[in-house]
């Protein structure tokens, strides 16, 4: 039964690749005058596809120089396709001015990756361009991004740096061997925790951080990492690599996590307590009072600004 399945997803997207061909050869083209019709949307010029995987073998473990290469060969504007999905690459600062300023309106919305696809509709890194991102961008630049709130954080930035300094001190005058890349992510990541809700997520060393960092990383990696379904949306149904699956898990746990500091700030706030100052958290929890912004949504925003 496993071998029949593992026979169908190897055969299956082969079959229709071929048939597609077949049909499209069939298909009348018109005459040259069609073809330089104007209103002809063209894809710009490109390194000619091979079937099935189109230009997945032309990039290498190094993308950015393959890519490189192909742009001297086929110019700062060109045209891929990864295995079904067809790309534009901009690779040049002129073109590339265009398409993010001039064009913006027009190029601004973003194809979420497979794994990420039932939470990309509550985060801001993905949502289009429309009264819901608007709202949650002056948010995040009234809150977040203000120079005002920025030169008022620089002591908190100081205090975390003095942290990571004296944890490295203590292990070195313990004969401790550091793991410089954890300490630096815990510095980093009580940085993010105190600037959004005014706490700590771990502290260096201890094991009540290593669930939340093992988490962030889950997450970075199932998003980022390579993943066939984006290549072939046909295989979207199975998850083939799991990678949406394991995303959904760690999301899910992080945002349990999150709900936990809600709940305690809500109580805080009905008790007449709270913090010294108010946080990005506060404010998220007053746009939740006036109906501007739902629970899920808070959630959500938390989880991906870390």
Wanted: net charge positive; hydrophobic share 40%; glycine share 8%.
């Amino acid at each position: 039964m496993i071998s029949a399945y593992v026979w169908l997803l190897c055969v299956l997207p082969l079959t229709i690749s071929w048939v597609a061909l077949a049909v499209r050869r069939r298909l009348p083209t018109g005459g040259a005058k069609d073809r330089r019709d104007p209103g002809d949307k063209r894809p710009p010029p490109g390194p000619r596809p091979l079937p099935l995987v189109g230009n997945l073998l032309q990039l290498d473990d190094q993308p950015h120089r393959s890519l490189s290469g192909l742009a001297r060969v086929h110019g700062p504007l060109m045209s891929l396709r990864l295995g079904r999905v067809p790309v534009v690459v901009v690779s040049s600062p002129s073109v590339a001015k265009q398409v993010l300023r001039t064009h913006d309106h027009a190029l601004s919305a973003r194809a979420a990756p497979d794994s990420i696809s039932a939470h990309n509709e509550l985060s801001m890194a993905w949502l289009p361009p429309a009264a819901q991102w608007r709202r949650l961008r002056r948010l995040c630049n009234t809150h977040l991004f203000n120079p005002q709130i920025l030169d008022d954080s620089r002591g908190l930035r100081l205090k975390k740096v003095r942290e990571l300094v004296s944890f490295v001190g203590e292990c070195s005058r313990a004969g401790k061997a550091v793991d410089v890349g954890c300490a630096a992510a815990t510095a980093t990541l009580n940085l993010i925790s105190n600037t959004l809700f005014s706490s700590d997520v771990g502290g260096h060393g201890a094991e009540s951080s290593a669930e939340f960092k093992g988490l962030v990383r889950n997450i970075m990696e199932e998003a980022g990492g390579p993943n066939v379904a984006d290549y072939f949306p046909l295989l979207r149904w199975a998850d083939p690599q799991g990678r949406r699956r394991r995303f959904s898990h760690s999301v899910g746990r992080l945002r349990q996590l999150f709900g936990g500091i809600i709940d305690g700030r809500l109580q805080s706030r009905c008790g007449g307590a709270g913090t010294d100052a108010e946080d990005f958290l506060d404010a998220l929890l007053d746009s939740h009072a006036t109906s501007q912004l739902d629970r899920p949504t808070i959630l959500s925003l938390l989880v991906f600004q870390v």
